[in-house]
């Protein structure tokens, strides 16, 4: 329900980095493509209160999604804007959308009938506001830009587009207390947490780990001549990495990459440094496009993540179920019962 209310503004901020990357996209509006749309055109009534077609439309997002259609495939484009099957195709995406709006507008009188959980416009309208401006910093346009992509997408400029973004963000507000309320019973014990580690204590091994320093190096010629000066004792493998490795990450750092855990499907070089004694050096061995030397400097067995590190984990996951399920429980007890005694009216 959350997901297709809030969808519409993320559905833009996505679709706007293309324009933000220098694409022209094309002008056409959603009343181009389902009819004449009126911001003041109730679409549906949900115990009286109204929710008006310009929050459908953006909610549907069809129009951008159409845009993008055009370009990626205009067959299909084509059928969707042209034939009775692709009008009656949209025309039952917009229903099903707007279902999904009817649910927030019912979550929402729930909310402040049942649990007296108010949003306001004004504390929506900041929110949004936040939302745009984090938007406009991170593409790095301005105002005006915005605008301009907006009106190309037939949303209107960016006022229109912050008040059409009142109704999700309002839902989505009022939804995030809702769910802190309903699921506020959720608890979890040591002993249940305890009880779930030590039925589940497989998901808590730990592989046996190797620490590996490497030197990489540009061909194969190159990897041995630097091999023969450290098997001649010449120089450290340390030594080795700082003066001739490639990778400027780990050659200051004497070549270290750190432990590595044993995994199902490791390439033939790993399941020799696995097999390797602390101190063997294995290679030449390419990978990708550099010649490698490694020296294994570490081992470790299997182990066992004990309960008190794994806890927290555990508890987060266990609150995660039972609120899972408190919440589902409520939708059905309360929510779908509450819905089914609402008077609703679809004029779409």
Request: glycine share 4%; no cysteine; net charge neutral.
């Amino acid at each position: 329900m959350r997901k297709v209310a809030v969808f519409f503004i993320f559905a833009v901020f996505a679709s706007l980095a293309i324009f933000a990357a220098g694409a022209t996209p094309t002008t056409l509006s959603t009343a181009t493509i389902m009819g004449t749309s009126s911001t003041t055109t109730v679409v549906a009534l949900v115990n009286g209160q109204p929710i008006y077609s310009n929050i459908l439309d953006m909610a549907a997002n069809v129009s951008p999604t159409l845009n993008q259609l055009k370009n990626i495939n205009p067959q299909m484009y084509n059928y969707m804007t042209t034939t009775k099957d692709g009008f009656d195709f949209l025309s039952a995406y917009d229903k099903s959308v707007l279902s999904n709006l009817v649910d927030s507008v019912l979550m929402e009188q729930i909310a402040q009938k049942n649990y007296n959980i108010i949003v306001t416009e004004a504390q929506a309208m900041a929110q949004v506001k936040a939302q745009v401006a984090q938007m406009l910093a991170s593409y790095g346009l301005t105002e005006v830009q915005f605008s301009q992509y907006l009106q190309s997408q037939g949303y209107g400029d960016v006022n229109q587009f912050e008040q059409n973004s009142l109704f999700t963000m309002k839902f989505s507000m009022t939804l995030d207390q809702l769910k802190k309320v309903v699921t506020s019973s959720a608890t979890v014990t040591t002993a249940e947490a305890q009880q779930y580690y030590n039925a589940n204590i497989a998901n808590f091994q730990n592989p046996p780990e190797i620490d590996v320093e490497h030197i990489s190096l540009s061909s194969q010629s190159t990897a041995a001549s630097v091999l023969a000066l450290i098997n001649s004792g010449k120089i450290t493998f340390e030594s080795a990495a700082a003066k001739y490795s490639l990778d400027t990450k780990t050659k200051n750092n004497n070549g270290d990459l750190g432990w590595i855990p044993q995994s199902a499907n490791m390439p033939s070089f790993e399941v020799q440094l696995f097999a390797a004694n602390i101190g063997d050096v294995i290679g030449p061995v390419q990978v990708q496009s550099s010649w490698e030397l490694f020296k294994v400097i570490g081992k470790k067995g299997p182990s066992v993540q004990s309960f008190a590190d794994a806890q927290s984990t555990i508890v987060q996951q266990l609150m995660t179920q039972k609120q899972s399920q408190i919440w589902s429980n409520w939708l059905k007890n309360v929510f779908q019962p509450f819905k089914s005694s609402s008077t609703i009216k679809i004029m779409l």
